[in-house]
């Protein structure tokens, strides 16, 4: 289980890592050209980070839910489920990155 565990975890902070960048680039564009449309990249780039850091504060930080995430009370069928999800949001975000970088 602790493959999926730390699968997981390095799909998390890769989104975090990408959303900061991204937001660093659509707060620069919405402060030059004022438009719609990179401020609402920008809030998208604001709400999808918070979910994610909260996702790190519960795996890691969180005084009741770190120790039960990396119990065995966990089922693995539930971190691969998670993993899924991160990755997958990571393969999203690392694409939406290209084409903005482009």
Same mark, same amino acid.
């Given at each position: ?11 998390? *902070?890769?989104?975090?890592?990408? +959303?900061?960048? +991204? ?6 564009? %919405?402060?030059? *050209? ?9 809030? *998208? ?10 996702? +790190? %504060? *519960? %795996? ?5 839910? !770190?120790?039960?995430?990396?119990? !065995? ?10 993993? +899924? &999800? ?6 999203? &975000?690392?694409? &939406? ?6």
């Amino acid at each position: 289980m602790t493959l999926w565990v730390d699968v997981v975890r390095v799909a998390v *902070f890769a989104n975090v890592a990408l +959303l900061l960048a +991204l937001g660093y680039v659509w707060g620069r564009n %919405y402060l030059q *050209f004022r438009s719609k449309h990179t401020l609402g990249l920008l809030l *998208f780039a604001a709400f999808l980070l918070t979910q994610n850091l909260l996702n +790190l %504060y *519960f %795996y890691l930080v969180h005084p009741d839910l !770190s120790p039960w995430w990396h119990s !065995s009370a966990v089922p693995p069928i539930v971190w691969r489920a998670q993993m +899924l &999800l991160h990755v997958s949001q990571t393969i999203g &975000l690392a694409i &939406l990155a290209w084409v903005t970088w482009d």
